[in-house]
Nanobody, 122 residues
Framework: QVTLVESGGGLVQAGGSLRLSCEVLGRFFKINTMEWWRQVPGKQRDRVAGIFTGSQTNVRYEDSVKGRFTISRDEAKNTVYLQMDSLKPEDTAVYYC??????????????WGQGTQVTVSS
């Protein structure tokens, strides 16, 4: 069983920065993908950024955050980060960490964190 523990959300003024962290706890053989999603009440959950591992590692960003957000991972700590700079009020949302992890007993499973609120004031 895998658990994701998120931290780092909060309230910040427009133009400010926040860093989200997501630690992957539990038993797994391999992490396939590490992603950050966000959701505003009444709207669908959208992927913000992701690290995808395979024959080579790919990093992808949603267009509205390109150049402002940076996703990274610390393999030794099984942790993924989202550095958010130049924040805008429209970045306000609940941010979720999502990890696809493989274990011999479960196969590949998509796990979700509990979500952390990010509020950007104008």
């Amino acid at each position: 069983q895998v658990t994701l523990v998120e931290s780092g959300g909060g309230l910040v003024q427009a133009g400010g920065s926040l860093r989200l962290s997501c630690e992957v706890l539990g038993r797994f053989f391999k992490i396939n993908t590490m992603e950050w999603w966000r959701q505003v009440p009444g709207k669908q959950r959208d992927r913000v950024a992701g690290i995808f591992t395979g024959s080579q590692t790919n990093v992808r960003y949603e267009d509205s955050v390109k150049g402002r957000f940076t996703i990274s991972r610390d393999e030794a700590k099984n942790t993924v980060y989202l550095q958010m700079d130049s924040l805008k009020p429209e970045d306000t949302a609940v941010y979720y960490c999502s990890v696809n992890a493989y274990d011999f007993s479960t196969g590949s499973v998509q796990y979700w964190g509990q979500g952390t609120q990010v509020t950007v004031s104008s």
